[in-house]
């Protein structure tokens, strides 16, 4: 009789701390990941002056999370006092009742005190359940949102039968491609077009064109909705998707690095690579001597996110990491759009060397950048609207030409 109460109260309240853990924990990743980009935006709030509207804005996260927490430690306090005035009567009760038993000479004191040991020995395993419930249900919050992450399916899928891409030699097509996110609108609408090995291909065009996406669509971070993308004569969906993206390079202008050595990072699309790999790499990209002058070598920490390197020098760790892949297919995604003119300039030295004799995808919006490339590929709304030489387009005079006459008027 006296665990069927307890059962209840445990079930009832069990749920009920479930649901606050939840909230609890939704708010803590919340928080975090308020601090996280509240730090790394420390510069901005203080050039704008909003230090006190920001603190503000912590508080108020910071008091809600902890309100919440009060609210659970609360409900766990209610549930085990509960329980223990529950354990408490029945206990008195006990000792009353076989007191008038005793009294009574229906029952030995012996007998009271064995019955009430007993029943004190088996309260002590329930408390232990009791406590063991609340963590559980507290744990499976957190087990819960681990698994709805893992259990989350991938955008692009490998099928059973696909094939190894091997020996690339960086032909590219796409034929009559559509695509966009999540279902807002296009973002890519019936897009062809035919790159041959070895050709430097320009994709320029205004912010929101699309042409970030024509190179997610070749390293198969998506798939199109309708339509293919080949790599030699093979839709990407058809090759594995290891071997698709290690004949792939990318450089793109938010440069990735990780707080380790130089030469950790450098070769971290390769970790096998020999001392002479590393070093063939960084000379390619022109960073050698740089390196060679620190104290520590290739072995410096570059600091968080590199933070102990300048824009030009981070960037130039990244065309040694694509360098050292040797890919088929290297894809510069605005790789010189975050840097002065004069360091773009450097930079397009060494991006030549890392491009040689490779098919090249130049993504950029910097128009001048591009006169070398063997097309040009001008997007607008998702669509290709005009192709050629840079000569070519110049002499049409059309959206390309209008585009480069504005920037650099």
């Known amino acids: 009789a006296t665990i069927i109460p307890i059962v209840i109260i445990q079930k009832y309240y069990g749920r009920l701390i479930r649901k606050k853990y939840k909230s609890i924990r939704v708010s803590a990743a919340d928080f975090l990941s308020f601090l996280q980009e509240k730090l790394s935006m420390i510069m901005l709030t203080k050039v ?46 006990i000792l009353w009742y076989g007191g008038v038993k005793v009294i009574a ?67 590219i097509e796409f034929d009559n491609v ?22 430097r291909v320009a994709i320029v065009g205004p912010t929101g064109a699309g042409k970030t996406t024509l190179g997610s669509l070749i390293t198969r971070l998506y798939d199109p ?36 050595s130089i030469r950790e990072n450098i070769a971290y699309g390769k970790p ?22 620190l104290p520590r070598g290739y072995e410096t920490s570059v600091g968080e996110r590199g933070a102990e390197l300048s824009g030009g020098e981070a960037q130039r760790l990244a065309i040694a990491r694509a360098a050292l892949k040797n890919p088929a297919i290297i894809i510069l995604d605005e790789a ?48 290709i609207a005009e192709v050629g030489t840079f000569n070519a387009l110049m002499k049409k005079k059309g959206r390309f030409y209008r585009m480069y006459e504005t920037q650099n008027k």
């Open 272 to 293: 096998r690579s020999s001392k002479h790999e590393i070093i063939e790499a960084a000379k390619i990209a022109g960073i050698h001597d740089f390196i060679e002058k």
């Open 48 to 93: 704008f002056t909003r230090e006190d509207y920001e603190l503000t804005r912590e508080k108020a996260k910071a008091k809600s999370l902890i309100k919440k927490e009060l609210e659970l430690t609360m409900t766990q306090s209610i549930m085990t006092a509960t329980i223990a005035v529950i354990t408490f009567a029945v206990m008195l009760f």
């Open 105 to 171: 000479g229906a029952m030995t004191i012996g007998t009271l005190i064995a019955i009430y040991t007993y029943i004190l020995q088996m309260f002590g395993p329930l408390e232990t359940l009791v406590d063991i419930n609340v963590s559980l249900q507290t744990t499976m919050v957190s087990v819960n949102r681990v698994f709805s992450f893992l259990d989350k399916k991938s955008e692009v899928i490998e099928k059973a039968d696909a094939v190894e891409l091997k020996n690339a030699r960086g032909s």
């Open 225 to 260: 909705q309708d339509g293919s993308v080949k790599i030699d004569g093979k839709d990407v969906r058809d090759l594995k998707i290891k071997s698709l993206r290690k004949n792939i390079g990318v450089v793109s202008q938010n440069t990735a690095l990780f707080h380790t």
């Open 336 to 383: 010189t759009s975050s840097l002065d003119l004069e360091t773009e300039r450097r930079i397009q030295e060494n991006l030549e060397k890392l491009t040689a004799g490779k098919t090249t995808i130049i993504i950029t919006h910097r128009l001048t950048s591009v006169k070398n490339a063997d097309r040009i590929v001008f997007m607008e709304r998702g669509a």
């Open 178 to 199: 559509f695509f966009t996110y999540g279902g807002r609108g296009r973002c890519i609408e019936n897009v062809s077009l035919k790159i041959k090995p070895g050709e």
